[in-house]
């Protein structure tokens, strides 16, 4: 079993940034990888960016140039720091978690950037 919980997401004008946080429910080394997505009202659930148990990382275009992730392991938390957030950044964003052929999700924390 693995139980991820998100926070840092709220209001924020166009040009902000927030940085997200997923903790885990146990050391994040166990984790084959974890990961944010995000949905938006209308829209599919959509990749943002990964990190592997090794701190490989990974972006998907939606990711590419304005977010980073990172992790502290020592917290068993996963970051996702967002960047020059635009309206169309709008969404639900979830923490993901992969291990042993399982997918664990997070109840999701929103972000609404105003323009």
């Known amino acids: 079993q693995l139980q991820l919980v998100e926070s840092g997401g709220g209001l924020v004008q166009a040009g902000g940034s927030l940085r997200l946080s997923c903790v885990a429910s146990?050391?994040?080394?166990?984790?084959?990888?974890m990961g944010w997505y995000r949905q938006a009202p209308g829209k599919q659930r959509e990749l943002i960016a990964s990190?592997?148990?090794?701190?490989?990382?990974n972006y998907a275009d939606s990711g590419k140039g304005r977010f980073t992730i990172s992790r502290d392991i020592a917290k068993n938390t996963v970051y996702l720091q967002m960047r020059s957030l635009k309206p169309e950044d709008t969404a639900v964003y979830y923490c993901n978690g992969k291990s042993r052929g399982y997918d664990y999700w997070g109840q999701g924390t929103q972000v609404t950037v105003s323009s």
């Open positions: 990190i592997t148990d090794g701190g490989g990382t």
């Open positions: 146990r050391n994040i080394f166990t984790i084959n990888a």
